[in-house]
């Protein structure tokens, strides 16, 4: 029912910044919290953000708090991963997600809809 679109991956220098969108379709987010994880080489699937349906609240895992922002416009069906102070060890595909939910949720599982990610390299 929900279709999800990442954008903005690409190859970064250690210390920059970029903002990964996640453009959706087929219904409104609105009332869908919204989620951004990562996988890297060989690891799992990680938490990384997740916002309230309406955006009042957030939560970002311990690695990328202070670092990461996650916002939304529920009014142009977009939420975004703004990235700074990127390290190696944040290189990953990043994937968008959305759950039908007013509550942040950071358990995957707990996700109804995923985009197909976007690769984020971090070169040192």
């Known amino acids: 029912q929900v279709q999800l679109v990442e954008s903005g991956g690409g190859l970064v220098q250690a210390g920059g910044s970029t903002r990964l969108s996640c453009a959706a379709s087929?219904?409104?987010?609105?009332?869908?919290?919204m989620g951004w994880f990562r996988q890297a080489p060989g690891k799992e699937r990680d938490f990384v953000a997740t916002?309230?349906?309406?955006?009042?609240?957030?939560d970002y895992a311990d690695s990328v708090k202070g670092r990461f922002t996650i916002s939304r416009d529920n009014a142009k069906n977009t939420v975004w991963l703004q990235m700074n102070s990127l390290t190696p060890e944040d290189t990953a595909v990043y994937y968008c997600?959305?759950?039908?939910?007013?509550?942040?949720?950071?358990?995957?599982?707990?996700?109804?809809?995923w985009g197909q990610g976007t690769q984020v390299t971090v070169s040192s």
């Open positions: 916002i309230r349906y309406n955006g009042a609240t957030t």
């Open positions: 087929g219904r409104t987010i609105s009332s869908y919290a």
């Open positions: 997600a959305a759950a039908k939910s007013w509550s942040r949720i950071t358990t995957s599982s707990l996700y109804d809809y």
